[in-house]
């Protein structure tokens, strides 16, 4: 365990130094922000965990987003799959999902959004349609998912305190463990 902390913490310092998507603030910053902010909110170590590891998926992309859609859910949900079970996982793959349905369900929500959000919202598909949103919310990951994204577009304030990573080292130690416990 002390191997994955040690590559996640690389990780931050070196890709996650990396300016976010037109945003005030590093992508490391961004991450560690939404981590806090899921902390702060008393959510569970599986979903503290899942915030500030949500846009892994981006760390190593040369351009990540310029033109198109990355799909860094994808990827990210894919790479932490080899240490954390799907209570983390999937909130991660659906967080892209969830602002399209946000988007779509709310339109205080999508009046909010960052102009780098507005921008990545076209290129991710736009709001969902009604049976996207049918099927998202069928989704056993959905609320947790829409809990991780509302923490992420809260994570872009460049004033805000931001925790260095090693204050989710034990979440991040707690929920791994418990991913290779077999019953």
């Known amino acids: 365990m002390d191997d994955l902390v040690t590559l996640l913490r690389e990780m931050f310092e070196s890709d996650g130094a990396s300016a976010y998507l037109g945003e005030d603030v590093t992508q490391a910053v961004h991450m560690l922000q939404a981590g806090a902010l899921a902390l702060?909110?008393?959510?569970?170590?599986?979903?503290?965990?899942?915030a500030v590891l949500h846009d892994v998926g981006h760390f190593g992309a040369?351009?990540?987003?310029?033109?198109?859609?990355?799909?860094?859910?994808?990827?990210?949900?894919?790479?932490?799959?080899?240490?954390?079970?799907?209570?983390?996982?999937?909130?991660?793959?659906?967080?892209?999902?969830?602002?399209?349905?946000?988007c779509a369900v709310d339109p205080a929500y999508a009046a909010v959004l960052s102009p780098a959000s507005v921008h990545s919202l076209a290129l991710q598909g736009g709001p969902m349609g009604d049976a996207e949103r049918a099927a998202f919310e069928a989704n056993p990951h959905h609320a947790d998912a829409v809990a991780v994204r509302r923490w992420d577009d809260a994570a872009k304030d460049h004033d805000a305190p931001v925790p260095p990573f090693d204050a989710f080292a034990a979440a991040v130690v707690s929920v791994a463990r418990a991913a290779t416990v077999t019953p």
Request: hydrophobic share 45%.
């Open 40 to 50: 702060a909110a008393g959510a569970p170590d599986h979903l503290v965990v899942a």
């Open 62 to 102: 040369a351009d990540p987003m310029g033109g198109h859609d990355n799909h860094h859910d994808d990827a990210g949900a894919e790479l932490l799959a080899r240490w954390f079970p799907p209570s983390v996982t999937e909130p991660v793959r659906l967080h892209v999902a969830a602002k399209r349905y946000l």
